[in-house]
């Protein structure tokens, strides 16, 4: 049973080696598709692989993914971005995987992958080894995925995106935008579309994009995020009915999302209506994690966030021990945060 890790690079050569050296020994197989790196990235991964290869970009991440995985020779694929790492905790589970590999035989394996290494990290489960026997392919030319068939199984084996300095701001909305004009974009697609909208300050074009993709057919899960992010593009525009409306909707399509709870929270607080922002706040403390259901998760909604905002409004409310109360508590839970240490100066 072994595992070849396919990756695709370009202009990493920051980040490649704490990658690479994470994975060694872990893989059987690096592969490294590279499209056009003009520093040292090539250089790095022949340190760790001979396996390298030349994809010429056109601007279709799928594409990338597809021939990395056609280079791949062991029984599963897997693959990781070049400013993650797997971190010793997921390394010294190498055993454990291949005996359920051996066992189970899942044609696709998801995993956790978290945002940073902080206690309250974004996490969520993602695609991450693939049967090469079961013939995947990506898809979508950005945010690009394996549409999930066959047998899945989970397997706690986290992967850690730290990130890296290198720009790509401009990029995916570029894609998505010359994309666009060119064919019908999938449900997927334009939650992912709307969402970069959001990011580069168009909200107007945002809203209409993530509008689109709630009234129409996707996935649940894509359309809570989307009734998320709608609401956020409206409160950029004070339109503050309209991001309530929108918080609301996400609760026809699942359960209430500590990260929505939080807005809503927020919109309250930031009209004053303290005992309202207290209701929404309390209830984000009570909401599940769905990181298992592909959700987003920000464990910081259901932790900190209204922790540290009850304190605000309780005490607003001229209900100092309650504030001083969920202080405590927030004390207890997260003694060296910033915002802890400051309202610890501030009671005392």
């Not at 995925?145 to 047998?151: F, N």
């Not at 599940?288 to 259901?302: I, L, M, T």
């Amino acid at each position: 049973m072994k595992i070849s890790v396919c990756m695709i690079v370009r202009d990493e050569e920051e980040v490649l080696a704490r990658c690479l050296q994470s994975i060694k020994g872990f893989a059987d197989e690096i592969i490294i598709a590279d499209t056009g790196s003009v520093d040292k990235t090539v250089k790095i991964a022949s340190e760790f692989t001979d396996k390298i290869y030349s994809f010429p970009w056109v601007d279709d991440f799928a594409a990338a993914r597809n021939f990395a995985f056609s280079k791949g020779s062991g029984d599963y694929l897997m693959w990781m971005d070049a400013d993650d790492v797997l971190p010793e905790e997921s390394f010294k589970k190498k055993e454990e995987l291949l005996s359920f590999l051996e066992k189970e035989g899942p044609d696709l394996l998801r995993c956790p992958y978290e945002m940073g290494v902080c206690d309250c990290a974004t996490r969520f489960y993602r695609e991450r080894l693939i049967k090469r026997s079961a013939e995947f392919s990506w898809v979508g030319r950005v945010h690009e995925c394996i549409v999930p068939r066959g047998k899945i199984e989970d397997f706690p084996l986290p992967i850690v995106h730290l990130g890296s300095k290198k720009d790509r701001s401009h990029r995916n909305l570029r894609i998505y935008q010359k994309w666009a004009a060119e064919e019908p974009l999938s449900p997927r697609d334009l939650f992912y579309y709307g969402r970069e909208l959001y990011y580069h300050k168009l909200y107007t074009e945002g809203a209409a994009i993530l509008s689109k993709m709630i009234a129409g057919e996707g996935w649940y899960v894509n359309k809570i995020e989307a009734c998320r992010i709608l609401g956020l593009c409206y409160a950029a525009h004070g339109e503050r009915d309209k991001a309530l409306r929108s918080y609301f909707l996400s609760f026809c399509f699942g359960e209430p999302r500590a990260v929505i709870l939080c807005e809503i929270g927020k919109i309250f607080r930031e009209e004053s209506r303290f005992r309202q922002a207290v209701y929404w706040y309390e209830l984000a403390l009570q909401a599940k994690d769905h990181s298992a259901e592909g959700d987003f998760d920000d464990p910081a909604c259901r932790t900190i966030v209204p922790l540290l905002e009850l304190v605000c409004c309780h005490y607003a409310l001229g209900e100092k021990k309650i504030a001083e109360k969920y202080h405590k508590i927030t004390e207890e839970r997260f003694p060296q945060h910033p915002s802890v240490a400051y309202n610890r100066q501030f009671f005392e």
